[in-house]
């Protein structure tokens, strides 16, 4: 079955820096990639997702890149805020089946 | 936000009790689940309901009892549970069960075993 692995577990950075969080996955028939962001407290919430046509997808400061050669995703975030802090989680899912999601990685934005 | 309620929302309970979590969805969706959230295994699925019909047990104990009634209401019953089952419980629905719909997941139940 699928397997998704997330690093790092936990990031800090500087506000206003950027971070990046990157997934890869086993199964190359995985063809939607999400990721859910789950600030302190409370439930986790889709903030993007791509497909397995598009190579890159951005919504303001946040961008998301999926290599399929090398079966691997990533997170980026720009000019980070405090608001950034957060739990996230990247996913993979083939579309007829479940979806996996990574164990996680816990960004911190210092002050 | 009111797409997904869980109640209670916390509870704490003996390992020879019986208890009941309560999830439902306002949002027409046709599947729901169970994740387990714990600091070893961040979002463990546990059980999926497409249209009332269990499609998914991941190997989760038999002392777990998941209930679909209807499309809107998820339950999932506890007996006998042990201390390493105290976890975040949160339920989720989707518009269809497979995997490219969003998840709408609800608060949690924070679950303490004693």
């Known amino acids: 079955g699928e397997n998704v692995e997330q690093h790092p577990s936990t990031l800090s950075v500087q506000e206003g820096d950027s971070a990046v969080i990157k997934c890869t996955y086993s199964d190359s028939a995985s063809n939607y990639f999400p990721w859910y962001k789950q600030e302190l407290g409370k439930r986790p919430q889709l903030i993007i997702d791509?497909?397995?046509?598009?190579g890159e997808k951005k919504d303001q400061r946040i961008a998301v890149t999926l290599n399929k050669t090398a079966k691997h995703f990533s997170l980026h975030i720009t000019e980070t805020q405090p608001e950034d802090s957060a739990v996230y989680f990247c996913?993979?899912?083939?579309?007829?089946?479940?979806?996996?999601f990574g164990k996680g990685t816990r960004l911190h934005i210092l002050p | 936000e009111t797409g997904v309620t869980q109640t209670p929302r916390h509870l704490v309970m003996g390992m020879t009790n019986k208890k009941s979590l309560k999830c439902e969805q306002h949002?027409?969706?046709?599947?729901m689940y169970w994740y387990k959230q714990s600091a070893k295994k961040p979002l463990e699925l546990m059980f999926v309901?497409?249209?009332?019909?269990?499609?998914e047990n991941n190997s989760v104990p038999s002392r777990f009892s998941p209930e679909c009634p209807n499309s809107s209401h998820l339950f999932l019953h506890l007996h006998t549970l042990q201390p390493e089952d105290s976890a975040l419980y949160l339920c989720a629905s989707s518009q269809q069960q497979v995997g490219t719909y969003e998840q709408y997941f609800g608060p949690g139940t924070r679950l303490t075993v004693t």
């Open positions: 996913a993979a899912s083939k579309g007829d089946d479940k979806i996996i």
């Open positions: 949002l027409g969706h046709n599947a």
């Open positions: 791509i497909r397995s046509n598009v």
């Open positions: 309901y497409s249209l009332e019909e269990r499609v």
